[in-house]
């Protein structure tokens, strides 16, 4: 199967030139830049004609919650939703039910990635105060990373022993994600505020009581012990402009920035409620900006999701009783396309943000770059294309968003997954299943 993309303009390691794309079954096989297309058999066109051509996006911190949570979401419907915005590849945490804490957890998430997910897919490992002996059993080219609790969060894998927590560092050969929150400073915290607004304090006090000083205490630590072993560390969903000064200096260090923490601010609250609640919480307008101008400066890395998905029913209360997590995969694009627009970045460094440095810090073999011998992944979106979110487009399992009413100015038109056109234009392949990821 030989398949020609020619019109569009290419966006792939900080250039964006006129060109066509040759792809032989799953690779690309040639990069001609220009207006003409190339004179040569295919077997099916894609004409890319005032849209931007652009690597399959990377997500690289994601929730379908499955197994044992699948009421919420999972893997089929997720990777749906996925496939619907651009994102031909994700990598899922593993707060699940089992949590994915064993060899056989792991093994056991990985079939039911092969069986239900429409895209490529891989599966961090979890670590707990008390399995670091299983790392080494680990597969360096199936698994993408460890993730670390060093905050209590949804699915109750907090480490918090500080010897458990320096044997990670210490003996970890892959790369780790910390979700970074100090646990006992937000229990102050929340006592305080139940002590004086009840047991469930408004969603108002939630970035006050997940704070500034509780990411930055816990994040210093992460960085301290990542600089005394010589680890890889990658800070999930940074939300404070303070938790900035940690990054940019060393390639061995870096930070995250989610959807959620770049076009909420803690405004949004009095209109959004609880549909916004996350952990780390969305904190200042002011922190917002430093995160999006950190986009540019090098002190974030890469730009994901953190997609996570609830019943509607589960967001309801305040800051103790509401769930915390959202749905974003679907609409990550063109929210950053957004940010293009609005001249916060440029979309060659979107592609970068998105594409580029989650291969490279994973080492995804053959992914994140339209490159000669690379799998075709390919996301292909349309400029001046206005849509507005409605309930009935979303194919999140939960069936919600907090961007619901929200009109794009950028239409995802084509997902391109190891060749295969798996959404076009609103046709969707349920049939299609991607393939798991390799490392390194």
Same mark, same amino acid.
């Given at each position: ?30 990069? &001609? ?21 652009? !690597? ?14 699948? @009421? ?25 039910? !089992? ?5 056989? @957890?792991?093994?056991? %998430? ?33 698994? !993408? ?6 905050? @209590? ?99 061995? &260090?870096?930070?995250?920035?989610? &959807? ?32 999006? %101008? ?36 679907? +609409? ?31 080492? &995804? ?62 046709? +969707? ?12």
């Amino acid at each position: 199967m030989i398949k020609l993309i020619y019109g569009g303009i290419i966006v792939n390691e900080d250039r964006a030139f006129l060109g066509s794309i040759l792809i032989h079954n799953n690779q690309i096989t040639d990069i &001609i830049e220009g207006s003409h297309a190339p004179c040569v058999p295919y077997d099916e066109a894609v004409d890319a004609t005032g849209c931007f051509v652009l !690597p399959g996006i990377i997500d690289e911190h994601v929730h379908f919650r499955e197994p044992g949570l699948t @009421a919420k979401a999972d893997i089929n419907s997720e990777s749906r939703a996925a496939a619907y915005g651009g994102i031909t590849s994700f990598l899922d945490m593993p707060n699940t039910s !089992p949590q994915t804490t064993s060899i056989e @957890a792991f093994q056991q %998430k990985m079939e039911i990635g092969r069986q239900n997910s429409h895209i490529n897919y891989a599966f961090f490992y979890g670590a707990t105060n008390n399995n670091v002996d299983t790392f080494d059993q680990l597969d360096q080219h199936t698994t !993408p990373g460890i993730k670390l609790f060093m905050g @209590a969060s949804t699915g109750n894998m907090l480490v918090d022993r500080k010897h458990a927590l320096e044997q990670i560092f210490e003996r970890s050969s892959f790369p780790i994600m910390t979700h970074c929150e100090d646990s006992s400073i937000i229990q102050d915290n929340m006592k305080k505020a139940k002590e004086q607004y009840g047991d469930d304090p408004d969603i108002t006090l939630h970035p006050s009581i997940r704070n500034e000083e509780a990411c930055y205490e816990s994040t210093k630590l992460a960085v301290s012990l990542a600089k005394k072993y010589g680890s890889r560390l990658h800070v999930a969903h940074l939300t404070t402009e303070r938790e900035l000064t940690f990054f940019g200096h060393d390639d061995r &260090i870096t930070a995250e920035a989610v &959807i959620a923490h770049l076009i909420f601010n803690d405004n949004d609250y009095q209109s959004l409620g609880t549909a916004i609640k996350c952990n780390p919480a969305v904190k200042k307008q002011s922190d917002q900006m430093a995160l999006r %101008k950190a986009l540019t400066t090098g002190q974030i890395y890469t730009v994901a999701t953190d997609h996570a998905p609830h019943l509607l029913q589960e967001k309801q209360g305040g800051c103790a009783k509401a769930a915390s997590g959202m749905p974003m995969i679907q +609409f990550s694009l063109p929210s950053m396309l957004e940010l293009v627009d609005e001249k916060v970045i440029s979309i060659e460094q979107l592609v970068t943000l998105m594409c580029h440095h989650p291969a490279s810090l994973f080492e &995804i073999n053959q992914r994140g770059f339209i490159r000669k011998g690379y799998y075709a992944d390919i996301t292909i979106v349309k400029p001046n294309s206005p849509w507005a979110i409605t309930t009935d487009c979303i194919q999140s399992k939960c069936k919600w968003s907090p961007l619901t009413g929200h009109t794009f100015n950028w239409k995802v038109v084509q997902t391109i997954c190891n060749g295969h056109s798996i959404y076009a234009n609103g046709r +969707f392949d349920d049939l299609y299943r991607g393939k798991p990821l390799s490392f390194r």
